[in-house]
């Protein structure tokens, strides 16, 4: 999450006080937009009527920001916003004609998706690579069954990865993002997972497979998130001068079929956004086989629906894990 540094409240007479030890580096919840401070708030109640202001500098993508919330008699609760940030982190091809990729995301086969080039601005993305942790370091797991080889990050992700690794996926579940998604799909009310829950950061070395599958349509055994189902995957390439000899490519598969319908290579800053159903069967089959040294990287978030009927999905399915084509 992005550090709170040091804080100060402002008297009526325009005199400061240093709160600094009030504001302390948030919680993680699920709307990172605002984030509650329960110490300040008692504060302000206790002293009624005397602050009129409170002024904060924090720290995120490297560089200090600060803010400035004006107070009245009756709002005591303090939210600080610590990711108005983010028009930063994403580059030209996010903010432009999100209308306009809808009407491609919804006609493109054999399911919904949509394939973005230059999605993040490239010098922050570059620091992203620059601070990607090695396998050992990722935290998560390493699988390793007949379907799947690869490390993926945990749960406790922002314990592994820089406080700019931290900042850029967190931007991916915020207001400014998810309203993104809501005008290319028309998804409404889209849950994100600032956890990462099965996404996160993935790497993939020599050897290494995602066998074609759909996805679980139900989340479970989440510490925050509970009666949702998956909706939208979102993949962000890192992989620089990537040539198609060197495997990896996603791939988009109808049940039906012998071969794929879409292979999209892993290549730098190249976003991935698709619907998660039943008929979305994707992987990456062809395993990884670059030159020594060099393993296939990626971000990824998915998003959620609250979920209406307990034993069925969107779509009427029963719940189900992972499926193999």
Do not use: C
């Not at 509650?36 to 008692?42: G, K």
């Not at 993002?177 to 996404?199: C, E, H, M, S, Y």
């Not at 060197?246 to 190249?270: M, T, V, Y």
């Amino acid at each position: 999450m992005p550090k709170i540094l040091q804080g100060w409240l402002e008297n009526n007479d325009g005199s400061t006080v240093d709160v600094s030890n009030l504001l302390v580096s948030p919680e993680l919840i699920l709307n990172i937009d605002l984030v509650e401070n329960d110490q300040l708030s008692n504060l302000l109640k206790e002293k009624k009527g005397i602050f009129r202001a409170l002024r904060y500098e924090y720290e995120a993508i490297g560089r200090r920001y600060q803010k400035q919330l004006a107070l009245s008699d009756n709002d005591y609760l303090i939210n600080l916003p610590v990711n108005h940030y983010v028009e930063d982190i994403f580059g030209p091809n996010f903010i432009a004609a999100p209308f306009s990729l809808s009407r491609v995301y919804e006609k493109n086969e054999p399911f919904r998706n949509v394939v973005i080039d230059g999605f993040f601005n490239p010098d922050v993305l570059d620091s992203v690579v620059k601070d990607f942790p090695s396998p050992s370091e990722m935290g998560g797991k390493r699988f390793s069954g007949a379907h799947e080889k690869k490390y993926g990050s945990g749960t406790d992700i922002h314990h592994h990865v820089t406080t700019l690794v931290s900042d850029v996926i967190l931007a991916l579940t915020g207001e400014l993002f998810r309203n993104w998604l809501l005008k290319v799909t028309k998804l409404k009310g889209l849950i994100a997972d600032p956890l990462f829950k099965g996404a996160g950061l993935h790497q993939s070395q020599n050897g290494d497979k995602l066998d074609v599958h759909v996805d679980f349509n139900k989340l479970t055994g989440h510490p925050k998130l509970e009666n949702v189902e998956r909706r939208l995957n979102f993949l962000v390439y890192l992989n620089k001068d990537w040539n198609t000899d060197f495997g990896g490519q996603l791939e988009f598969w109808r049940k039906e079929d012998a071969k794929p319908a879409k292979k999209i290579d892993p290549e730098f800053n190249r976003a991935v956004l698709f619907e998660a159903s039943s008929r979305s069967f994707h992987g990456h089959p062809n395993p990884v086989s670059g030159p020594r040294g060099i393993s296939r990287k990626s971000l990824a978030s998915y998003y959620y629906t609250k979920s209406e009927r307990k034993f069925y999905d969107f779509e009427g399915a029963s719940p189900r894990t992972t499926e193999w084509l």
